[in-house]
């Protein structure tokens, strides 16, 4: 992060940032489910890369505040013992960030209804308008989706960590988001399977709340009793990686 960030610099960028990511990663789902698309049933590859390289850009846009587009990579990080923004309390560079990644992924919903707008103005599959903005399981267990989304966050929240540490500062631009969009690849195609991989409350409870509000006929339910599957158990993961990242500090100091 350069040095001389501010909580209003890190705002905008989370905010940028994390719209992109939802504009990007919504629109290869759309892309990919929608009668009226070219794209349509180009299958789970085609949007496991879609959201790698939706990642991918958005940490591009979101140099500025570390690219975390995620409030589990936030909440990680702060139980890895690290610092969010120097001479600001962690409690409150963690509200900052938080805020600016659910208004971003909101927005980013919208503007992928945007793209879309004639498709979702026309009949598409059934509970298809939804699964374009947020995640659901294949085989719904309450227990085990959660266990599903956690152990997928954690192993995002751990790699990033310990790429981190051993050296990969950033200072490799391009290639260091490279190497995140590839993990989101490597954790679609792996682990994505049964709950569609949320792995961030803000990609799937902010576009959920757009889709909620979004003026379109036969949008379907929200589905509000799966949401906080994707939202707690990917905390519960971040937490997790950042606090084992001190038990691997312990065996393997630098």
């Known amino acids: 992060m350069p040095l001389e960030t501010t909580l209003g610099q890190i705002f905008a960028s989370e905010f940028m940032g994390t719209a992109m990511l939802l504009l990007l990663g919504a629109g290869v789902c759309c892309a990919v489910s929608f009668n009226g698309s070219k794209a349509k049933d180009s299958g789970w ?10 990642v991918f850009a958005g940490v591009l846009v979101a140099f500025q505040s570390g690219g975390h587009l995620n409030p589990a990579v936030t909440i990680g990080l702060i139980c890895a013992g690290k610092t969010l923004l120097a001479g600001t309390s962690n409690a409150l560079a ?26 979702f103005d026309a009949d598409q599959p059934e509970g298809s308008k939804l699964g374009v903005f947020s995640t659901g399981p294949a085989l719904k267990s ?6 599903t989304e956690l152990i997928a966050t954690f192993v995002l929240v751990f790699v990033v960590l310990i790429s981190g540490y ?23 195609v792996s682990l994505g399977g049964p709950t569609g991989y949320a792995i961030n409350p803000a990609r799937d409870l902010g576009p959920r709340l757009w889709h909620a509000v979004m003026p379109a006929p036969n949008k379907g339910s929200s589905d509000w009793g799966y949401s906080w599957i994707p939202v707690v158990g ?13 038990v691997v500090k312990g065996i393997f100091p630098v």
């Open 45 to 54: 590859l085609v949007i496991a890369f879609g959201w790698g390289f939706a």
């Open 94 to 119: 963690a509200l900052v960030y938080i805020v600016a990644q659910f208004l971003g992924a909101f927005v980013g919903a919208a503007l992928a209804w945007l793209a879309y707008k004639k498709q």
């Open 166 to 188: 051993q050296g990969n500062s950033g200072d490799l631009g391009w290639l260091n988001a490279l190497g995140v969009a590839f993990l989101i690849v490597a954790i679609g």
């Open 142 to 147: 309450t227990a085990w989706n959660l266990v």
């Open 234 to 246: 990917p905390l519960l993961g971040g937490i997790i990686a950042g606090l084992l990242y001190h």
